[in-house]
């Protein structure tokens, strides 16, 4: 928050804009994360962290193939050079910091040892909400109108997380797994 403030609320709007995030307002809740955003939306906007400041488009399908094996359509992402690489160096360090040494830590207790990084967010809420950790879907009016749950994603969505990434460094493909 006390970031935000220095650098203006202004500024985080326009690097928000600038790493494809839809637009928001200029106010201190902008520095809470209490916008609404698409998990996709994060997805995309969180690979310029992981990639030295660049960030690939998010895309669903890479290639549809005919039965005989005959590729149709590919797919490749739009990709473009958004931050400084020594910004997104520097976020990267801090969100590598949440997991081993932050609210993130539940990754790390559940024997989830490999390079990762992670924002954690402070409350879930029901309805759809996205940060790049917890979210919900909801459909129905008793479960979408969201109100906070009171659950700490290190509590809730991290557990989570680290099953999944245990299971899926385990895989061949997934297996070599480089530090940042």
């Given at each position: 928050m006390k970031v935000a403030e220095l650098v203006g609320y202004g500024r985080v709007v326009q690097i928000a804009r600038q790493m494809g995030l839809p637009p928001t307002s200029a106010t201190p809740a902008v520095a809470l994360g209490a916008y609404e955003l698409t998990p996709v939306e994060v997805a995309g906007a969180?690979?310029?962290f992981a990639t030295m400041g660049t960030r690939a488009d998010p895309f669903f399908l890479k290639s549809v193939v005919s039965a005989g094996g005959t590729a149709w359509k590919s797919t490749?992402?739009?990709?473009?050079?958004?931050?400084?690489?020594?910004?997104?160096?520097?976020?990267?360090?801090?969100?590598?910091d949440v997991l081993n040494k932050g609210t993130g830590a539940a990754v790390r207790a559940r024997g989830f040892t490999l390079p990762a990084a992670g924002k954690l967010a402070h409350?879930?809420?029901?309805g759809l909400r996205a940060s790049p950790?917890?979210?919900?879907?909801?459909?129905?009016?008793?479960?979408?109108?969201?109100?906070?749950?009171?659950?700490?994603?290190?509590?809730?969505?991290?557990?989570?997380?680290?099953d999944f990434m245990i299971?899926?460094?385990a895989m061949p493909a997934y297996r070599d797994v480089k530090d940042f």
């Amino acid at each position: 928050m006390k970031v935000a403030e220095l650098v203006g609320y202004g500024r985080v709007v326009q690097i928000a804009r600038q790493m494809g995030l839809p637009p928001t307002s200029a106010t201190p809740a902008v520095a809470l994360g209490a916008y609404e955003l698409t998990p996709v939306e994060v997805a995309g906007a969180y690979t310029a962290f992981a990639t030295m400041g660049t960030r690939a488009d998010p895309f669903f399908l890479k290639s549809v193939v005919s039965a005989g094996g005959t590729a149709w359509k590919s797919t490749r992402p739009q990709i473009s050079l958004l931050l400084d690489p020594k910004v997104a160096y520097l976020v990267d360090s801090i969100l590598q910091d949440v997991l081993n040494k932050g609210t993130g830590a539940a990754v790390r207790a559940r024997g989830f040892t490999l390079p990762a990084a992670g924002k954690l967010a402070h409350r879930a809420t029901a309805g759809l909400r996205a940060s790049p950790t917890i979210w919900s879907a909801s459909s129905g009016s008793a479960l979408d109108d969201n109100h906070d749950l009171g659950l700490a994603g290190g509590a809730t969505a991290a557990p989570i997380w680290a099953d999944f990434m245990i299971r899926a460094t385990a895989m061949p493909a997934y297996r070599d797994v480089k530090d940042f």
